[in-house]
């Protein structure tokens, strides 16, 4: 099995595949915290932890590959993964081979995430994509047709917006990011509800919409993130929502780099 880590600035995913002769299966993932201060044994209890309550053996991880946001959680996993899976890991950066040419004016400069999720999406559907990530921050990536990196745009997060407009309005509380039932709230809650989930949408639309004139070919909007679904849901841009896609996209590295290997 392969142990696939996405590491966030807010949260950590793991993902655990079987890459069983055929095609690979997701055998279950996990989202957690993601902790900076951390020790390598406390990742590794952590994760033990949890295999356990998903009934999966540590002892079956034959490879352990990294995408991280976060520099200081680079040696915390690495212990982690020496000691408990025996495996130096393999992190997504510079003179790893992705399959997917970086056309940004500084190919370093680029989240490893962001790369990730590209190859992921392009592997799937081979054309031109606008891929949206709800995270920490929300990253608008663009791939050309022939599965070329082009660049993109960051916004502020959803979850960045919400508590900044909590902490920095008095008078108005913290409220849950859903979906009201109408655009013209009757409530202070449902007022803020409104804007930040019709507000942002509107700013997904509204970028994606401007990406697709400028590139000129035809795209398809693919998004990823916690809450992706419910934007997915309300957006008139967004066309596909792939929960899987960062996960994805760490296997189909690791694969592409062991076949290199061979």
Known sequence: MLLAIDVG?????????????????????????????????????????LFDFAGLQMSGVHDVIVSSVVPPMAFPLEQMSKRFFGKKPLFVGPGVR????VLYDNPREVGADRIVNAVAAFDKWPMGLIVVDFGTATTFDAVTPKGE????????GIMISTEALFHRASKLPRVAFEKPERVVGRNTVASMQ????????????????????EL????????????????????????VVDDQLT???LRIIYQRNQRDEA
């Open 98 to 101: 992705t399959g997917m040419p």
């Open 216 to 239: 000129g070919f035809p795209l398809k909007v693919v998004a990823t993130g916690g809450l992706a679904p419910l934007i997915g849901n309300v957006s008139r841009q967004i066309e």
């Open 149 to 156: 990196y082009l660049g993109g745009a960051i916004s502020p």
């Open 9 to 49: 600035n807010t949260n950590t995913v793991l993902g655990v595949f079987d890459l069983s002769p055929g095609k690979p299966a997701l055998r279950d993932s996990f989202r957690v915290q993601t902790e900076k201060d951390r020790t390598g044994d406390e990742y590794g209890l952590q994760i033990k932890a």
């Open 194 to 213: 409104s804007g930040l989930v019709f507000g942002y949408v509107g700013l997904v639309d509204g970028i994606c919409a401007r990406m697709k004139e």
């Open 247 to 249: 996960l994805d996209g």
